[in-house]
């Protein structure tokens, strides 16, 4: 039989799993089971060919319970609204398991970045604030960036919501360039964030880090800040890394600098020097100590889980793994940190730059990352210690976290 690989079905098996550990009551599961909200809207947008080209745009409020909802928007030829929805209850979860005072939602636009100017995606970009301006706010709806959106988007998008409502707040959007009110550290902080949960698995698990070996998939702000901060803070040898198009291989280990200036240069990983080519196949099963999917979901599945050698995966990515999979690595002893837990760092120091924004007064990096450690750190023991007392895996040990809090709220507020 096929996997359902519907992100959003997979996100509903899920929280599924974790009721039924939960005896969560089933009132409560049917409401948590569904977007609160969501907005599909059409952007029509002036090409500069002449033409007007017309693109489907989302925006899904998963759960506002714990407070304003947050999450990122994704500009994707292959969007639709059951990943939106998926996402965005990743993002709930995700807020919740990192404690911090937020929702979850997340925002998308079906269109293809690579093939469109400069010009075009900033009307995109202002085109999609239009429509969503009168839904999202500091104390409503927080978006920020995610794959194929940038700091640059987040700005125009900031400029067109306080031209609409005439004056400045910058706290409606996070990821904004710093000179508009980004934080520091936000750039590097999803990939931050996951070293600082790789550093507390391989304690658990008994694994040296300096010297051991990590396989990457993806290369753009997560996977490629990964492989940074993997070599500098503690001497992991990167050996494959990917984009794409394909990945490149080192036994001996890549250096960051280097792949970072080849594709730079090339526009892409392919025939960065010393590097022999592998396949994004290839690479999710070599024999590395740690595998970082940091691309798109669906990667580890029932047809290669059980190929995998690494000893831990840091699911940077969003959903990188299927149920099945899921199964199959934990079967094998795999230690998993679970996607939401994994790559919460990003919505965390999103959290303090609308912290930030709100007191008007700003941080630096070290004091950024000092408190994102507390944040990770405490996150990871609540997930591992739930796993262990309730004898379950990490991810559902982390929705039995996420789920009990958010369930919290929601019947504080008398809503269920
Ligand atoms: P990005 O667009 O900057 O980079 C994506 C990378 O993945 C690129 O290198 C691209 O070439 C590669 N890629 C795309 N399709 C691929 C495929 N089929 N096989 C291998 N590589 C492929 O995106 P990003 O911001 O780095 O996000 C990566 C993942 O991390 C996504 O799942 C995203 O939802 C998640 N995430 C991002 C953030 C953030 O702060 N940016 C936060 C939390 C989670």
Redesign the pocket.
């Known amino acids: 039989m096929n996997e359902n690989l519907n992100p959003f079905a997979i996100a509903q098996a899920q929280l599924d799993e974790a009721a039924a550990v939960l005896q969560l009551d089933p009132d409560m599961h049917a409401f948590l089971r569904e977007p609160m909200r969501e907005f599909h809207f059409t952007i029509p947008v002036r090409m500069d060919d002449g033409t007007t080209k017309t693109f489907q745009g989302f925006r899904v409020q998963y759960n506002d319970a714990r407070g304003p909802s947050k999450g990122?928007i994704r500009f994707h030829p292959d969007e639709t609204i059951d990943t939106v929805r998926a996402?965005a209850a990743w993002m709930t979860w995700k807020t919740a398991v990192a404690d911090i005072p937020l929702g979850g939602a997340k925002g998308g636009v079906i269109c293809n970045p690579r093939e469109m100017s400069s010009g075009e995606m900033e009307r995109l970009s202002r085109g999609y604030m239009r429509n969503v301006a009168r839904f999202v706010g500091l104390t409503q709806d927080v978006p920020a960036?995610?794959?194929?959106t940038n700091p640059q988007l987040m700005a125009w998008m900031l400029d067109e919501y306080e031209l609409i409502i005439g004056h400045r707040e910058p706290g409606v959007i996070t990821g904004k360039p710093l000179p508009l009110g980004g934080s520091a550290g936000r750039t590097p902080?999803?990939a931050m964030g996951g070293m600082f949960a790789i550093r507390e698995a391989a304690k658990i698990v008994g694994l040296n880090l300096q010297g051991a070996t990590a396989a990457i998939?993806?290369?753009?702000?997560?996977?490629s800040f990964a492989h940074k901060l993997a070599q500098e803070l503690f001497g992991i040898k990167v050996v494959p890394v990917?984009?794409?198009?394909g990945g490149i291989y080192n036994a001996h280990g890549m250096n960051y600098a280097d792949v970072k200036a080849h594709l730079q240069r090339a526009g892409k990983l392919g025939g960065c020097p010393n590097t022999e080519p592998v396949s994004?196949k290839d690479l999710l099963e070599m024999d590395v100590d740690i595998l970082i999917p940091?691309?798109?979901?669906n990667?580890l599945t029932a047809q290669n889980a059980d190929h995998v050698k690494a000893k831990v995966v840091a699911e940077?990515?969003?959903?990188p793994t299927t149920p099945e999979a899921d199964n199959i690595l934990n079967d094998k002893g795999i230690y998993i940190i679970p996607d939401f837990l994994c790559?919460a760092g990003?919505?965390i120091v999103s959290y303090f730059e609308m912290v930030q924004n709100s007191y008007q007064f700003y941080w630096d990096e070290a004091m950024v990352n000092e408190r994102l450690d507390l944040n990770m750190t405490t996150a990871f023991k609540a997930v591992h210690d739930m796993s262990v007392t309730q004898k379950v895996d990490t991810r559902v040990a982390a929705y039995l976290v996420a789920v009990n809090r958010v369930a919290e709220a929601v019947r504080l507020r008398g809503w269920v």
């Not at 998939?217 to 996977?223: I, L």
């Not at 940077?316 to 959903?319: E, I, R, V």
């Open positions: 990122g996402l960036p995610d794959v194929n902080a999803t998939q993806g290369f753009g702000n997560v996977g990917s984009d794409e198009f994004n940091a691309a798109i979901e990667q940077l990515a969003n959903g790559n990003g919505v």
